[in-house]
């Protein structure tokens, strides 16, 4: 069954600061605390590709995606290697001017694996509570890029 979920945040920021923030995967370690690593494959502006290191719930997840920059207004990616609960993710980063910065909206579409099981990482999960607490993890994510910005007067550093 393929999930899908929409939300969005006020940055207070310009669109280009805010978009070019969310591009620089390596700056993400700075703003966002779960990332723990990141290593970039590939970048020309416009393609970019990297491996991440997440934590979630105290356990490390290394996770591939390649991304899609169109213009400043929006940023599409899927993850050949996704966290290992899941079958398929994709998504998307859209930028709009707001009179007070930039709206950021974030788009998810994932599917879940029927089991997962890794003994490896002595965790079992349940789908469908994944699913419920991934758009939480996303608003958390929007709430740190604001946070980031309102903390720097709206540069981008």
Request: charged residues 25%; aromatic residues 14%; contains cysteine.
């Amino acid at each position: 069954m393929i999930r899908e979920f929409e939300c969005s945040s006020v940055v207070p920021a310009d669109l280009r600061a805010v978009s070019a923030l969310f591009w620089d995967a390596a700056a993400w370690q700075r703003v966002w605390s779960p990332m723990d690593q990141i290593q970039i494959e590939y970048d020309d502006g416009v393609h970019q590709e990297f491996w991440m290191t997440v934590n979630r719930d105290g356990l490390d997840e290394r996770v591939r995606t390649v991304r899609f920059r169109y213009e400043e207004s929006l940023i599409r990616f899927f993850t050949p290697n996704p966290p290992p609960m899941m079958r398929q993710h994709a998504g998307s980063w859209d930028f709009a001017h707001h009179p007070d910065g930039t709206v950021v909206t974030a788009t998810r579409r994932f599917a879940m694996k029927d089991r997962f099981d890794d003994s490896s990482l002595k965790r079992q999960w349940n789908a469908d509570a994944f699913a419920d607490s991934f758009q939480s993890r996303v608003d958390a994510i929007l709430a740190s890029f604001s946070s980031h910005f309102s903390d720097a007067g709206g540069r981008h550093d």
